[in-house]
């Protein structure tokens, strides 16, 4: 990355205003692609990451450019990509036509294979693939609030992007291991429905062993999927997935002795697919769920569980009343 080169944020939502809002506090050079709606409320408030572990600032307008005109890309150095995976084919059209040919995209998005669209729809250009464990809530006056811990990880590359993104606040590191890491996380995205589901605080809903049987149950159906296609994931946190279902059995006085104290997560938590049922958007339980039936399909196995949250996913947002507010024992009602 060439100094003097922006970091352009495509597709700037919860995740990209956070996130460009961290980079710009570090000192760098930022360019956001938002929506109207975003726009004029950073216009009106400014820029306010914040974080549970205590980071809050509120960045003025004149510390970097916002707009929904993708010229902004012009002298960009890397374009960090935040759409929803639905969007991630337009999105690199708009990059084609208008960021530098030696820009380096980086995916920083759910799901698997946002990266490989990126590659097939932008020939020549450097692609990354990468993966954010947080969760950012958008709480409305330009605050984006990081409510959950980790560091992003994106592909390694000779030119050191991960070095060149990371600013204090918000660390990126490097891994000659993307798809086992990305892989790890969309096993631990599975609760991202049912919290969306739940309608509880993620504190709230992991406290709960009916909760979290229920996501051990989703770990192993989404676990014996991974291995039937031979790809072996890379656990984001100290504990290998072999464990994890039984450690989330536990009676609840022995996982908030064994684990309660290291989930580092605000008390108000929640999900992007809350969020977004919330919002009366589409989620993006496709490439979640989606990914976990589809294989389920192509190796002939059982998947009903999964089968069963896509289905009341897609009964929410055709409701559009929000989350439904479900128990463990309606979810699992309909396998």
């Not at 929506?35 to 820029?47: D, K, M």
């Not at 684990?259 to 009366?280: F, N, V, Y």
Request: proline share 6%.
């Amino acid at each position: 990355m060439v100094s003097g080169q922006t970091i352009g944020v495509a597709g700037a939502g919860s995740i990209g205003c956070f996130v460009g809002g961290m980079l710009t506090a570090g000192g760098r050079r930022v360019a956001l692609l938002a929506r109207p709606r975003v726009i004029a409320e950073i216009e009106a408030s400014g820029l306010r990451p914040t974080s549970f572990e205590g980071f809050d600032q509120t960045i003025t307008r004149d510390r970097f450019a916002l707009s929904e005109n993708p010229g902004v890309f012009e002298n960009a150095g890397v374009v960090l990509v935040t759409v929803k995976s639905a969007d991630t084919a337009a999105m690199a059209d708009v990059i084609a036509r208008h960021a530098p040919s030696d820009v380096v995209v980086v995916s920083l998005q759910n799901g698997v294979g946002n990266a490989a669209v990126l590659r097939d729809r932008l020939p020549g250009r450097r692609v990354l693939g990468g993966m954010v464990p947080f969760n950012v809530i958008a709480l409305g006056n330009g605050r984006f609030h990081r409510a959950t811990s980790g560091d992003i990880v994106i592909e390694q590359d000779e030119a050191r992007t991960a070095e060149t993104l990371s600013v204090p606040g918000l660390k990126v590191r490097p891994t000659g291991n993307i798809e086992g890491v990305q892989w790890g996380k969309l096993l631990l995205n599975l609760n991202n429905a049912l919290n969306a589901l739940a309608d509880l605080p993620l504190r709230r809903q992991l406290a709960q062993r009916e909760w979290r049987r229920l996501f051990a149950d989703q770990v192993a159906e989404g676990l014996a999927a991974i291995k039937a296609e031979g790809i072996k994931p890379v656990s984001p946190t100290p504990i290998p997935f072999g464990w994890l279902p039984s450690l989330l059995r536990l009676p609840d006085p022995i996982f908030e002795a064994v684990l309660g104290r290291t989930m580092k997560i605000d008390p108000e938590a929640r999900s992007s697919m809350w969020e977004d049922l919330q919002h009366r958007r589409r989620t993006e339980v496709d490439y979640l769920q989606g990914v976990i039936t589809g294989i389920a399909d192509r190796r002939g196995l059982d998947a009903p569980l999964s089968r069963r949250i896509v289905e009341l996913i897609r009964r929410a947002e055709r409701d559009a009343n929000g989350s439904p507010g479900l128990t463990p024992e309606q979810i699992r009602a309909g396998i």
